[in-house]
């Protein structure tokens, strides 16, 4: 078992016994997209997993409040920030501009990438290495930039 699902679930635990429902509901969510991909999937719970349905959940609830925010619902862009703050806290600390640069500069040398056909096998490469401590479209702007 993982041990991100395994802090989740007790952090879950812990705040229903401080009855936070906002903090059980995002937790809750979040575990049951975990057991949807994995364990009904027949597949073993990894960090992997839990920290890719996290980053999506962050994804989706910054598209969320964007839209909150222009259609001057600051109420429900609020409840939406609280949420994707509680599910960052469980993501890596995300890697700097220059630290993903590095990187992207090691995988073109590394598969021998010479022009924007191999922007894919890159990308792939780079999102590999990076594990979600980067944001994609910061990579996708650097391996463009890296390859002539």
Known sequence: M???????TDDMKSAMKAHDMTTVNAIRGVIAKVKDLTVNAGKEVTDDAVLGVLAKGVKQREESIAQFEAAGRA???EGERKERDLLAKYLPAMMGEDEVAAVVKAAVADLGAASKKDMGRVMKEVMSRVKGRADGRLVSRLVGAALP
Do not use: G, I, K, Q
């Open 2 to 8: 993982s041990e991100l699902y395994t802090r989740l």
């Open 75 to 77: 109420e429900l862009a």
